[in-house]
């Protein structure tokens, strides 16, 4: 379908200092596929598709962390739209100086480029590395990054005024750590189908407040729950119609939640549902290593809590984290896992996440 109105590229947009104009855009876009590194080859691509006025939808790849990796065509002025939305949450104006640091073959860089052009930002590009702030010494107004960026970037953290994390949980562990810190820092909640975040929340804020922050969501969305509990989304400029998530929320108005977990992470053990990612919190300032929490078939509590550790096999390593999990005393009274493996590497998804499904059956053979 065509598109009526060419998308304008906003007179402020900038790329590493440097302002382009729809046809000097193409040109970089081209030298980016042709001679660019691998991060600038995608970066080429998207924005080609973007300047392109035969098509009105963009295709997007989901990272595959909750299930095998989907392909979606999204509508370019819900991208648009969106972008308005994340400029009006965040009080982020024409003229912003922003960092990309994340791969723009998957919708949280893409929507970074999107929100550069039509807000008018001063974008500065980075390889999407652990460490994108290393060798940098500019400030930054915005930067959207994965936890396990933040994670490497903590002594680095004061260049960003305003920092967005998303793609993946943030420990408390992690949390922790950014308290106190000069950046302000925001969870974000969202999935590829709903074009990057439709919520956010502060993570470390200035008053000394240890209780959880719920989402907030973004102007022209609403949420709701259905009878499991489940998070329904209500956002007319970017989705066709309501959207019917897998995550278990508490909803405390029509524009306020907290997250609970994943649906399809449930664990049912002796009739007590168990919500992994509540086990995983207690256990994130105990454990360094990467690790999960599952159900495994049990023949009397129908299935029984694991705690999965990526680590190679150690016997004295393995009996040090049984006796962690025996003595903590968070756990409620199901929720204590009844046994513990080791496994030298996680499956993971093609963003790099961990993928529970797949190193399950993995193990089990």
Same mark, same amino acid.
């Given at each position: 379908?065509?598109?009526?109105?060419?998308?304008?590229?906003?007179?402020?947009f900038?790329?590493?200092? *440097?302002?382009?104009?729809?046809n000097?855009?193409?040109?970089?876009?081209?030298?980016?596929?042709?001679?660019?590194?691998?991060?600038?080859?995608?970066?080429?691509d998207?924005?080609?598709?973007?300047?392109?006025?035969?098509?009105? /939808?963009?295709?997007?790849?989901?990272?595959? +962390?909750?299930?095998?990796?989907?392909?979606?065509?999204?509508?370019?002025?819900?991208?648009v739209?969106?972008?308005?939305?994340?400029?009006?949450?965040?009080?982020?104006?024409?003229?912003t100086?922003?960092?990309?640091? %994340?791969?723009?073959?998957? @919708?949280?860089?893409?929507?970074?480029?999107?929100?550069?052009?039509? %807000?008018?930002?001063?974008?500065?590009?980075?390889?999407?590395?652990?460490?994108?702030?290393?060798?940098? =010494?500019?400030?930054?107004?915005?930067?959207?990054?994965?936890?396990?960026?933040?994670?490497? +970037?903590?002594?680095?953290?004061h %260049? *960003?005024? #305003?920092?967005?994390?998303?793609?993946?949980?943030? +420990?408390?562990?992690?949390?922790?750590? $950014?308290?106190?810190?000069?950046?302000?820092?925001?969870?974000?909640?969202?999935?590829?189908?709903?074009? +990057?975040? @439709?919520?956010?929340?502060?993570?470390?804020?200035?008053?000394?407040?240890?209780?959880?922050?719920? =989402?907030?969501? %973004?102007?022209?969305?609403? $949420?709701?729950?259905?009878?499991d509990?489940?998070?329904?989304?209500?956002?007319?400029?970017?989705l066709?119609?309501?959207?019917?998530?897998?995550?278990?929320?508490?909803?405390?108005?029509?524009?306020?939640?907290?997250?609970?977990?994943?649906?399809?992470?449930?664990?049912?053990?002796?009739?007590? &549902? $168990?919500?992994?990612?509540?086990?995983?919190?207690?256990?994130?300032?105990?454990?360094t290593?990467? =690790? =999960?929490?599952? !159900?495994?078939?049990?023949?009397?509590? !129908?299935?029984?809590?694991?705690?999965?550790?990526?680590?190679?096999?150690?016997?004295?390593?393995?009996?040090?984290?049984?006796?962690?999990?025996? &003595?903590l005393?968070?756990?409620?009274?199901?929720?204590?896992?009844?046994?513990?493996?080791?496994?030298?590497?996680?499956?993971?998804?093609?963003?790099?996440?961990?993928?529970?499904q797949? /190193?399950l #059956?993995?193990?089990?053979?």
């Open positions: 379908m065509m598109v009526s109105t060419p998308f304008a590229i906003h007179p402020n900038k790329i590493n200092g *440097i302002h382009f104009d729809r000097e855009l193409y040109s970089v876009a081209y030298s980016y596929v042709k001679e660019g590194e691998a991060y600038e080859e995608k970066i080429g998207f924005l080609i598709d973007w300047l392109n006025d035969d098509y009105d /939808t963009i295709k997007v790849r989901t990272s595959g +962390s909750t299930g095998d990796p989907k392909v979606y065509f999204i509508d370019k002025q819900k991208m739209n969106s972008a308005l939305a994340t400029g009006k949450f965040f009080k982020v104006k024409e003229g100086k922003a960092l990309l640091c %994340l791969p723009a073959d998957y @919708i949280g860089g893409r929507m970074m480029l999107v929100r550069a052009m039509i %807000l008018g930002w001063d974008l500065d590009i980075v390889e999407p590395k652990s460490n994108p702030l290393d060798n940098l =010494f500019k400030t930054y107004d915005v930067c959207a990054m994965t936890p396990f960026q933040m994670d490497y +970037s903590l002594g680095r953290l %260049l *960003i005024k #305003k920092l967005i994390v998303g793609g993946g949980t943030v +420990s408390e562990h992690l949390i922790g750590l $950014i308290q106190g810190i000069p950046a302000k820092v925001f969870e974000v909640y969202g999935m590829t189908e709903t074009i +990057s975040h @439709i919520a956010a929340r502060r993570l470390n804020p200035k008053k000394d407040n240890k209780e959880k922050r719920p =989402f907030k969501a %973004l102007p022209n969305v609403s $949420i709701s729950k259905n009878e509990n489940c998070l329904i989304i209500k956002a007319p400029k970017i066709e119609e309501e959207l019917q998530t897998n995550d278990i929320v508490e909803v405390l108005t029509f524009k306020k939640f907290y997250w609970k977990g994943r649906l399809d992470n449930i664990i049912n053990s002796g009739g007590v &549902k $168990i919500f992994p990612e509540s086990v995983e919190e207690k256990l994130q300032k105990r454990i290593q990467r =690790f =999960f929490i599952a !159900g495994l078939a049990d023949d009397s509590l !129908g299935e029984q809590v694991v705690l999965f550790v990526e680590a190679p096999q150690n016997e004295k390593f393995l009996s040090d984290l049984k006796e962690v999990v025996k &003595k005393k968070t756990f409620d009274k199901y929720e204590r896992p009844k046994n513990v493996y080791l496994i030298e590497k996680f499956e993971e998804t093609p963003s790099g996440k961990i993928h529970r797949k /190193t #059956k993995k193990l089990m053979g």
